[in-house]
Nanobody, 126 residues
Framework: QVQLVESGGGLVQAGGSLRLSCVRS????????MGWFRQAPGKESEFVAA????????AYAASVKGRFTISRDNAKNTVYLQMNSLKPEDTAVYYC???????????????????WGQGTQVTVSA
């Protein structure tokens, strides 16, 4: 069974940085778009960032643009989310997600992704 395993979450003060990592154990990693979503307590899940598999295009939620950067290392089957200038409102469980291979549709909607990790908690204190 294909797994996605996130790591790198934790507690950080406002203005600080964290880097999340997500490893996907599959030979098709390089052919899948990868994304990050988050869910804060009492709120619905929301899109954070995503990266295509074929042309390096990225997409970001307006709330994180300019502060977060998504990247991937296909040799390591890993996608990263570098989070800078963190704010208390970034506090959430962050989930890594992957599309099916050779996906060319939307990369900003949850329905586009068919594999999900268990999540990693990010807490930003004021």
């Amino acid at each position: 069974q294909v797994q996605l395993v996130e790591s790198g979450g934790g507690l950080v003060q406002a203005g600080g940085s964290l880097r999340l990592s997500c490893v996907r154990s599959t030979r098709t990693f390089s052919t899948c778009a990868m994304g990050w979503f988050r869910q804060a307590p009492g709120k619905e899940s929301e899109f954070v960032a995503a990266l295509t598999w074929n042309n390096g295009n990225t997409a970001y939620a307006a709330s994180v643009k300019g502060r977060f950067t998504i990247s991937r290392d296909n040799a390591k089957n890993t996608v990263y989310l570098q989070m800078n200038s963190l704010k208390p409102e970034d506090t959430a469980v962050y989930y890594c997600a992957a599309t099916t291979p050779f996906w060319t549709g939307s990369i900003t909607t949850m329905g586009s992704f068919d594999s999900w990790g268990q999540g990693t908690q990010v807490t930003v204190s004021a």
